[in-house]
């Protein structure tokens, strides 16, 4: 088994930043592909950010569109943490953020059903 706790959310003004952590513990290892996804009020849980790899190639990061080039997804092994760094919040980024990890780090890592553990989550909300 492996539990990820999430932190660092909160409330923020539009145009301000956070940083979310995931931190890993149990049966967890560095191969793993991680990812985030949220989840808003009265909408479907949605992709975010993650690592996985493709083939014999490194982890590579991938990012929805509506978050590209503003948030960063980062990991250190050493912590078992992932992070989100999310800067230029706006106000649609307002949602409960999940943390999700899987054991096969191939294949797509957008699909949430693709992912076997998953995080109580942490509140993102920001402020217009």
């Known amino acids: 088994q492996v539990q990820l706790v999430e932190s660092g959310g909160g409330l923020v003004q539009a145009g301000g930043s956070l940083r979310l952590s995931c931190a890993a513990s149990?049966?967890?290892?560095?191969?793993?592909?991680m990812g985030w996804f949220r989840q808003a009020p009265g909408k479907e849980r949605e992709f975010v950010a993650s690592?996985?790899?493709?083939?014999?190639?490194?982890?590579?990061?991938d990012y929805a569109d509506s978050v590209k080039g503003r948030f960063t997804i980062s990991r250190d092994n050493a912590k078992n943490t992932v992070y989100l760094q999310m800067n230029s919040l706006k106000p649609e980024d307002t949602a409960v953020y999940h943390c999700?990890?899987?054991?096969?780090?191939?294949?797509?890592?957008?699909?949430?059903?693709?992912?076997?553990?998953w995080g109580q989550g942490t509140q993102v909300t920001v402020s217009s």
């Open positions: 999700a990890a899987r054991a096969q780090p191939y294949g797509s890592s957008r699909a949430s059903g693709s992912y076997d553990y």
């Open positions: 149990g049966r967890t290892s560095s191969s793993y592909a």
């Open positions: 690592f996985s790899r493709t083939g014999l190639m490194p982890y590579y990061a």
